[in-house]
T-cell receptor, first 114, second 111 residues
Framework: DTGVSQNPRHKITKRGQNVTFRCDPI?????LYWYRQTLGQGPEFLTY????????KSRLLSDRFSAERPKGSFSTLEIQRTEQGDSAMYLC????????????FGSGTRLTVV | EDKVVQSPLSLVVHEGDTVTLNCSYE??????LLWYKQEKKAPTFLFML????IEKKSGRLSSILDKKELSSILNITATQTGDSAIYLC???????????FGKGTKLSVKP
């Protein structure tokens, strides 16, 4: 197992386009989290899944954002009608149950909206 | 609203110096405090603290939690250029496992 994998590593898109990111967690981890990190800020929580169930969404997650985790394995985060303010690093993390022990981050997807 | 505040936001030192990074928090239902090092991409785990007054150490790095003062410090002794990074403090405030992060301290170690 090589840890949490995120794809793509970088994405440049024009304003108004839709983008989708993928996260593959550590295989035995049933919790999966999405965070967003902008320049000069720490990561901000967006949403998390336990297995395939999405259990919490931050108010940062506007209607243009949707996340899925079919079959409780990989997850996708889609942003519709992107705006320049969506430019950020999108980080995924996974953990076994709700414990932060073993909480592991992926390398992130850097989104630039032009 | 839960919040985590780190200071200083940036710090420039020379190799061999000792640095102390600060983290304070205001959260309900505190469970644990974590320190991460972030170089270019993924934050990497340093320490997890749950009990007040017990120092965690790993090589030249150490950290301690003060629950009475709602704060933690991260010490790095004999700094090296490889210590240059952003150091993030995060608090787990509820049972769901999502973390509340501070803005980070950007440490630059000059040769």
């Amino acid at each position: 197992d090589t840890g949490v994998s995120q794809n793509p590593r970088h994405k440049i898109t024009k304003r108004g386009q839709n983008v989708t990111f993928r996260c593959d967690p550590i295989s035995e981890h049933n919790r999966l989290y999405w965070y967003r990190q902008t320049l000069g800020q720490g990561p901000e929580f967006l949403t998390y899944f336990q297995n395939e169930a999405q259990l919490e969404k931050s108010r940062l997650l506007s209607d243009r954002f949707s996340a899925e985790r079919p079959k409780g394995s990989f997850s996708t985060l889609e942003i519709q009608r992107t705006e320049q303010g969506d430019s950020a690093m999108y980080l995924c993390a996974s953990s076994r149950t709700s414990s932060v022990i073993g909480y592991t981050f992926g390398s992130g997807t850097r989104l630039t909206v032009v | 609203e839960d919040k985590v505040v780190q200071s200083p936001l940036s710090l420039v030192v020379h190799e061999g110096d000792t640095v102390t990074l600060n983290c304070s928090y205001e959260v309900t239902n505190f469970r644990s405090l974590l320190w991460y090092k972030q170089e270019k991409k993924a934050p990497t785990f340093l320490f997890m603290l749950t009990s007040s007054g017990i120092e965690k150490k790993s090589g030249r790095l150490s950290s301690i939690l003060d629950k009475k003062e709602l704060s933690s410090i991260l010490n790095i002794t004999a700094t090296q250029t490889g210590d240059s990074a952003i150091y993030l403090c995060a608090v787990e405030a509820r049972s769901q496992g999502n973390l509340i992060f501070g803005k980070g301290t950007k440490l630059s170690v000059k040769p």
